[in-house]
């Protein structure tokens, strides 16, 4: 066997044995709750191991249980996932809000200060407004154009800074694809960080999947996916990841079990299938992109656009870009001319483009950020982030290009 194997190539066998299932070439869906043991005393090791009474000797592995605890399906499918971003480990969730909130919870507690970027998804930040600020944690934002000196005197100015625990960022952030240097904001929270008290760094991935940027491999603690979205990619299942280091995904993955927010077999099963394709997805998703982004660019009806393919050289964020990217991604957002009249006009108007918050899948989705995923934001943060009335945000899925074009087209006419 080849020493060095890709992981797209692994995404069809790896952590899978066809012999413990009859030899099946898929893995089978293990829809089942419980497991059974041989004998009591493996009943034992395998609990005395799950509850941290005692290390697993050498050779030995946690056996299956319970569902809630661990299932085949998960196992392997948290196996590849570790992949694509050179992961030692990864704990999958039942959406992506689960994976947030589960790695916030464990990472923060009353007392502790919470750095985060704007703008962040919409549920995430209405999970901080909501809850996160009410259990006691104090809580600083710093935008994607501060520097490093900005953002830790933005910090120190909290009053808080030697409780600093967690920093969080998007990158590319949604919906205006802004973007925040990775290793930057590791050192920054190498900065607060002492001899009795690790700061950790979570970086949102869900808009570059894990084929385009990889957070870890830049300083990241953790990379955090809404799986719904392009590592799903067929707009069929809910899901969420979060990867990082052994020690911490174990952190992660016992207050997991205790929440019984794991994904199911079939939702396991479901992402396997679609691990399979990710890559030539992703990569078609991207060319049909750069295609439709050209045509907006010099569409006269379109203000602006926010594309990674349209960042200037010679600036900062470019600089960015070529360090942590390798594609522009799929994502496209623009400003029409005009204000929400005029862009609820085009996207009332769009006929092979759904009209659908999410984004990653197989087709081509529209949605207005303001109004809809954005809806819970401050108006203050929409406006310091250009979230405005006139912004439309775009997924490229995998139809024709020509096709997306046309709609577009059509639907602009019309404005």
Known sequence: ??????????????????????????????????????????????????????????????????????????????????????????????????????????????????????????????????????????????????????????????????????????????????????????????????????????????????????????????????????????????????LGNKALIARVRSLRSQLGCMAGPWTSWLMMRSLETLKIRMEEQARNAKKVAEFLVSHPKVEKIYYLGAIKEGTHEYEIYKKQYSSAGAMISFDVKGGEKEAFRLLNELKLIKLAVSLGSTESLAEHPATMTHAGVSDEHKKEMSISEKLIRLSVGLENAEDIIWDLTQALEKV
Not at 156 to 163: E, I, Q
Not at 165 to 170: A, N, Q, R, W
């Open 1 to 242: 066997m080849k020493e060095h194997i890709h992981p797209e190539s692994l995404m069809m066998s790896h952590g899978y044995k066809p012999e413990l299932s009859e030899g099946a070439i898929k893995s089978p869906i293990f829809q089942t709750s419980t497991f059974v043991f041989k004998n009591a005393e493996e009943g034992k090791a395998f609990f005395e191991i799950q509850n941290g009474k005692r290390k697993k000797h050498e050779g030995e592995s946690l056996g299956l249980i319970y569902s809630r605890m661990n299932n085949p399906n998960l196992e392997i499918l948290e196996s590849r996932l570790t992949l694509w971003d050179g992961a030692e480990d990864a704990a999958v969730f039942e959406s992506g809000m689960a994976a947030i909130t589960t790695v916030l919870l464990e990472f923060l507690k009353p007392g502790d200060l919470f750095a985060y970027s704007i703008p962040l998804y919409g549920g995430t930040e209405h999970f901080i407004d909501s809850y996160i600020q009410k259990i006691g944690v104090h809580t600083v934002e710093f935008k994607p154009s501060h520097t490093k000196e900005q953002i830790i005197d933005i910090i120190n100015k909290s009053g808080y800074a030697d409780k600093l625990s967690l920093m969080f960022i998007e990158t590319p952030s949604n919906p205006t694809n802004t973007l925040i240097d990775i290793s930057m904001c590791k050192e920054i929270a190498d900065h607060f960080s002492t001899k009795e008290k690790q700061v950790y760094l979570a970086c949102d991935n869900t808009y570059m999947g894990p084929l385009w940027q990889h957070p870890l491999k830049h300083g990241a603690d953790f990379s955090l996916y809404s799986a719904t979205k392009y590592i799903g990619g067929h707009s069929d299942l809910i899901a969420g990841a979060c």
